[in-house]
T-cell receptor, first 118, second 111 residues
Framework: DTEVTQTPKHLVMGMTNKKSLKCEQH?????MYWYKQKAKKPPELMFV???????INESVPSRFSPECPNSSLLNLHLHALQPEDSALYLC?????????????????FGAGSRLTVL | GENVEQHPSTLSVQEGDSAVIKCTYS??????FPWYKQELGKRPQLIID?????GEKKDQRIAVTLNKTAKHFSLHITETQPEDSAVYFC??????????FGAGTRLTVKP
């Protein structure tokens, strides 16, 4: 299995809803990431988990809550979102923890979850 | 933090011509520079990468050059084909898991 799988592909939610995005990989990767991508913009780093521990939080609002239940799964819990949070949310994974990889850390991206907040 | 600038934002070439996309980075500690291709509605995919201890790397029609002194790196695509049309992102990383992307270049290859 050489893929990162994201569900759902599309999600429409109201500002008062609670929903979750899910990401799964079975490549033995030990680092997992959430990126946010607005239309015609580059991916923006949100969170990084390394060995199932949160290692980077790019000052993301608390209405986004990441969770890494195990080395294969990464969730993004969504609550009280705003319309401007509508975007493509990309999950990615890479083989090993940064300091073991001498700076080279190939990311494998999932297909993304397209979120629309009404 | 790292800041990556990418130019041009759009690039149109005739099939068979070469295309060059340039990026600059701000932090001299950056040591890993990948390039991603993103077709419309699809995920970004790595096409080539280079580490800071190497000045140039080539893979068939694609090459990347790195100038550490000037803090810039470039993507070169030769003999372009219509299927090369996509958005290309450069990125730079200091620690490896802190990838910052450039703004992207929309490449159009006209048949």
């Amino acid at each position: 299995d050489t893929e990162v799988t994201q569900t759902p592909k599309h999600l429409v939610m109201g500002m008062t809803n609670k929903k979750s995005l899910k990401c799964e990989q079975h490549m033995g990767h030990r680092a997992m990431y959430w990126y946010k991508q607005k239309a015609k913009k580059p991916p923006e780093l949100m969170f990084v988990y390394s060995y199932e521990k949160l290692s980077i939080n790019e000052s993301v609002p608390s209405r986004f809550s990441p969770e890494c239940p195990n080395s294969s799964l990464l969730n993004l819990h969504l609550h009280a979102l705003q319309p401007e949070d509508s975007a493509l949310y990309l999950c990615a994974s890479s083989l090993r923890e940064v300091r073991e990889s001498s700076g080279a850390n190939v990311l494998t991206f999932g297909a993304g979850s397209r979120l629309t907040v009404l | 933090g790292e800041n990556v600038e990418q130019h041009p934002s759009t690039l149109s070439v005739q099939e068979g011509d070469s295309a060059v996309i340039k990026c600059t980075y701000s932090d001299s500690a950056s040591n890993y520079f990948p390039w991603y291709k993103q077709e419309l509605g699809k995920r970004p995919q790595l096409i080539i990468d280079i580490r800071s201890n190497v000045g140039e790397k080539k893979d068939q029609r694609i090459a990347v050059t790195l100038n550490k002194t000037a803090k810039h790196f470039s993507l070169h695509i030769t003999e372009t084909q219509p299927e090369d049309s996509a958005v290309y992102f450069c990125a730079a990383s200091i620690l490896g898991n802190d990838m910052r992307f450039g703004a992207g270049t929309r490449l159009t290859v006209k048949p």
